[in-house]
């Protein structure tokens, strides 16, 4: 029977998937030590950045031998930092679940012209193949796509004597999934996704045979990429883990997330909230009249972003009901930017990570019943 009156409204009803809510303690207060008015080079901002890298390591489980650098462009442009520095001495293997892994290919194949490039491409809601990939190529990858709401099925197939390396855009599995880090050899990631910190800027964490790789590579790399000279790790970047000029307010604004992980218990305590949040969607799926997930099979269905469509509109898409749904859910202020990525059919995504409370998630998904109820014609 349907419902007689609208549910219970989230305390928290934000679910963006980029930036992701920021943890349950935040408050703009928790900012008045920002290193402000100094330079970044400083020893009160090294302080701060050394603290930043410290505690993402520590989080992380990076092992020592990796080097971590904080790069400019969040997610993105680290991945691109790179794709620009490491890539074209060996054929490349990219596999595309998502968008920006199919950026990612399209970048190889079309502007840096790595013509030994071969894609291994998935349709919407899937992953692609993993079997036989050659241990020579490089292989370049998504763990956790925030636009297709998929993520890595197994990791069987991440074989740590693979002569290639393993380049792997982790921003929206970094904090939350177990991603085995010490299997890759390039992990890139944002403080935006996961731990709700500003966007702006990217982390990149290379293994000793990435670094072993470094050096001027045969292409022009714009500056804010540049990270390799003659004698590998250019010297600024070796010493301050930095490429260029830092937003100290960004910087003390993802120590905020980074000490609240730890507060709560670290990696552990996240994925356990996140895994909460998980199976509050997958019983809420098992029992929708109405509402599918956009992952065509449970091995690759990504904990968060939890990416959904009305089963009515799964054969033809098209984006009345999404907007209908979309625009009530936030005048009536139930949830805030569920819409699905521009680039992808349309649907409805939630982010359900760690910072994400279980009760607002379960609110938030009567929500979708109900705004269903009252948009569908």
């Known amino acids: 029977m349907p419902r007689a009156s609208a549910p219970r409204k989230p305390a928290r009803p934000w679910f963006a998937s980029g930036p992701c809510p920021k943890p349950p303690d935040w408050r703009i207060e928790k900012l008045a030590d920002v290193c402000a008015h100094r330079y970044h080079r400083a020893p009160p901002a090294q302080k701060k950045i050394h603290e930043l890298l410290e505690r993402s390591t520590d989080l992380l489980a990076i092992p020592d031998d990796y080097i971590t650098l904080i790069v400019p462009g969040s997610a993105s442009g680290a991945f691109e930092t790179a794709l620009w520095s490491l890539l074209g001495p060996r054929p490349i293997t990219a596999l595309v679940s998502d968008h920006f892994s199919r950026l990612w290919a399209k970048d190889l194949t079309e502007v840096l012209d790595l013509r030994a490039t071969t894609v291994r491409d998935a349709p919407f809601g899937d992953f692609p193949d993993t079997h036989g990939i050659d ?172 990416c959904i469509i009305p089963r009515q509109i799964a054969d033809e898409p098209n984006d009345d009901l999404i907007d209908r749904m979309v625009t009530f859910l936030a005048e009536h202020e139930a949830a805030f930017d569920v819409r699905g990525y521009r680039a992808m059919p349309p649907h409805l995504r939630l982010w359900c990570g760690p910072t994400v409370e279980t009760a607002d998630l379960r609110a938030a998904l009567d929500w979708l019943d109900w705004s269903y109820t009252q948009c569908c014609p």
Do not use: Y
């Open 135 to 306: 241990p020579d190529n490089d292989v370049i990858f998504v763990w956790n796509g925030t636009t297709s709401g998929v993520c890595v099925p197994t990791q069987d197939w991440l074989d740590e004597s693979r002569r290639g390396l393993l380049l792997c855009d982790a921003a929206a599995a970094a904090f939350i999934m177990p991603v085995p880090v010490a299997k890759l050899d390039v992990m890139t990631w944002s403080w935006q996704k996961g731990l709700g910190g500003e966007a702006g800027f990217g982390m990149i964490s290379l293994s000793p045979k990435a670094q072993a790789r470094l050096s001027p590579p045969p292409r022009p790399v714009p500056l804010v990429m540049r990270i390799a000279d003659e004698k590998g790790l250019r010297a600024p970047v070796a010493q301050h883990r930095l490429i260029n000029t830092l937003s100290m307010l960004a910087a003390e604004d993802a120590l905020t997330g980074l000490r609240w992980a730890q507060e709560i218990g670290g990696r552990e305590a996240l994925m356990a909230r996140t895994r909460a949040n998980a199976d509050c969607v997958s019983q809420w799926l098992a029992n929708s009249s109405w509402a599918q997930s956009c992952a065509v099979r449970d091995a690759v269905r990504s904990p968060t972003p939890v």
